[in-house]
């Protein structure tokens, strides 16, 4: 029964380094541009410099291993306004998630001012907006597969399957970039999740957490038939800050030194 136990325990030892491991597998997204589903009238695309991105979305182990090293943002000790009731609701208790399975899920019903932190204390960011739909446009072939029609199909028919927060991460395609799981698994934050609502002019403004919790303005669509990127956009547009739901995750990015 011992030899069991110890063999079990270095399992789950094992696991969790491979998972943890993950935290560090980030990817080179070279600079580009594109024109976003809003955007200005006259269509001039947006330039997206070049960053890292992680591979993966942070999954519960991940998040699990955060929260024990920074038990402040443990459920029970967490304040409403950063994160509403539902924080980490799918959690056993404040340092167990449960089902063992869940391990290499991706984590949710994370507020993104936690999101924030995390990243913050891997000394990474969130990705802003317009770089997260320019790793998105890909597939696995092409940095741009919007205009392909399977491409949004598949998109699309995500949308409509519930629960695909439980399956583990890096399960859908590698896309261009080798970033995985963009379409298929999560919803994800950005740092700039509303943003969508800014005139042209304030997008470009620097100081953007003046102008992250309100909204004013009109969706200028660029490209009316994507309803793929409206959704997401629409998805966006309906969030707070302290939001935490359940098929919404996030992960990583950094600025190149």
């Given at each position: 029964m011992f030899f069991s136990k110890t063999i079990w325990s270095t399992f789950l030892v094992l696991v969790t380094f491979a998972i943890c491991a993950q935290e560090s597998q980030m990817v080179l997204i070279k600079r580009g541009a594109y024109v976003p589903l809003y955007g200005t009238t006259d269509k001039k695309p947006i330039t997206v410099a070049a960053?890292?991105?992680?591979?993966?979305?942070?999954?519960?182990?991940?998040?699990?291993?955060?929260?024990?090293?920074?038990?402040?943002?443990?459920?029970?000790?967490?304040?409403?306004?950063?994160?509403?009731?539902?924080?980490?609701?799918?959690?056993?208790n404040d340092f167990d998630y449960g089902k063992t399975n869940l391990s290499n899920a991706p984590v949710t019903n994370v507020s993104w001012f936690i999101a924030k932190k995390y990243c913050e204390c891997q000394e990474k960011r969130m990705p802003t907006m317009d770089e997260w739909e320019y790793v998105a446009m890909a597939d696995e072939k092409r940095v741009d597969a919007r205009s392909k029609e399977e491409f949004n199909?598949?998109?699309?028919?995500?949308y409509e399957k519930p629960k695909t927060y439980v399956n583990p991460v890096g399960k859908t395609f590698k896309n261009y970039w080798g970033v995985y799981d963009m379409h298929g698994l999560v919803w994800e934050?950005?740092?700039?999740?509303?943003?969508?609502?800014?005139?042209?002019?304030?997008?470009?403004?620097?100081?953007?957490?003046?102008?992250?919790?309100?909204?004013?303005?009109?969706?200028?669509?660029?490209?009316?038939?994507?309803?793929?990127?409206?959704m997401r956009y629409g998805f966006r547009a309906s969030l707070k800050a302290n939001y935490a739901s359940r098929n919404l995750g996030f992960r990583c990015a950094k600025d190149l030194k």
């Open positions: 960053f890292k991105m992680d591979v993966y979305p942070i999954t519960n182990a991940q998040f699990l291993a955060f929260v024990k090293k920074h038990p402040e943002y443990s459920r029970s000790k967490m304040k409403g306004i950063f994160a509403e009731k539902s924080y980490l609701a799918q959690w056993q199909k598949y998109i699309l028919s995500w934050w950005t740092s700039d999740f509303n943003s969508i609502f800014l005139s042209g002019e304030s997008r470009k403004d620097k100081d953007t957490d003046k102008n992250l919790f309100c909204g004013s303005g009109s969706i200028n669509a660029s490209d009316l038939m994507n309803y793929a990127a409206f």
